[in-house]
């Protein structure tokens, strides 16, 4: 049981690329959760999912994209890279309801746009 | 808007002292409270999640309490090791009457930094 996995934990972008962040989990989990963390900052949340098929926004999503073809995955697609979207990137997964339910985090991509 | 605070941001201890981190939050309205581990460069790893309806829940030498009214929380580390090092991250879940991210994010503090001086 891996639990929650997100590649690359590196990545240095120039300003206009485009990547990809990976996200997996093996818990069966419906919710998961994409989070940046700045410096001296609590973790802010770009998007959510609650199940397969189904995303929402959520407090800082300009600039990023997600989908969610399986309840497995969640990738967060980053277009046109720019300076502000320097960050640490945490993925996150939960299940059961909604007033109970607990929060695994991945490992982090650590990503630099110059 | 929900707002959550930890102080002190960073703290200092020797091997062995019982410590207490602190975390108080604006609106008492929420589903429950959750208590991380962050080490360097790495993510986040939960500790205790306490529901809205307990006051208090315990792990190993952890503890952790909820004074919802007061907005409140508080993690106990009892008999600290140098391998406790570490950042302490409090976030709660703000419960809300409508559909949206208010309903599934989590608002976190910025985290208390702790070194346990051998």
Redesign the interface.
């Known amino acids: 049981n891996a639990g929650v996995t997100q590649t690359p934990k590196f990545r240095i972008l120039k300003i206009g690329q485009s990547m990809t962040l990976q996200c997996a989990q093996d818990m069966n989990h419906n919710y998961m959760y994409w989070y940046r963390q700045d410096p001296g900052m609590g973790l802010k949340l770009i998007y959510y999912s609650v199940g397969a098929g189904i995303t929402d926004k959520g407090e800082v999503p300009n600039g990023y994209n997600v989908s969610r073809s399986t309840t497995e995955d969640f990738p967060l697609r980053l277009e046109l890279a720019a300076p502000s979207q320097t960050s640490v990137y945490f993925c996150a997964s939960s299940s059961g309801t909604v007033s109970s339910y607990e929060q695994y985090f991945g490992p982090g991509t650590r990503l630099t746009v110059t | 808007k929900q707002e959550?605070t930890q102080i002190p941001a960073a703290l200092s201890v020797p091997e062995g002292e019982n410590l207490v981190l602190n975390c108080s939050f604006t609106d008492s309205a929420i589903?429950?409270l959750?208590w991380?581990r962050q080490d360097p460069?790495?993510?986040?790893?939960?500790l205790l999640?306490i529901?809205?309806s307990q006051r208090e829940q315990t792990s190993g030498r952890l503890n952790a309490s909820l004074d919802k009214s007061s907005g409140r929380s508080t993690l106990y580390i009892a008999a600290s090791q140098p391998g406790d090092s570490a950042t302490y991250?409090c976030?709660v879940r703000p419960?809300t009457h409508h559909s949206?991210?208010g309903?599934?994010?989590?608002?976190?503090?910025?985290?208390t930094k702790l070194s346990v001086i051998p």
């Open positions: 959550v589903y429950n959750q991380f460069g790495k993510g986040l790893t939960s999640l529901q809205s991250l976030a419960r949206g991210a309903s599934y994010q989590l608002t976190f503090g910025k985290g």
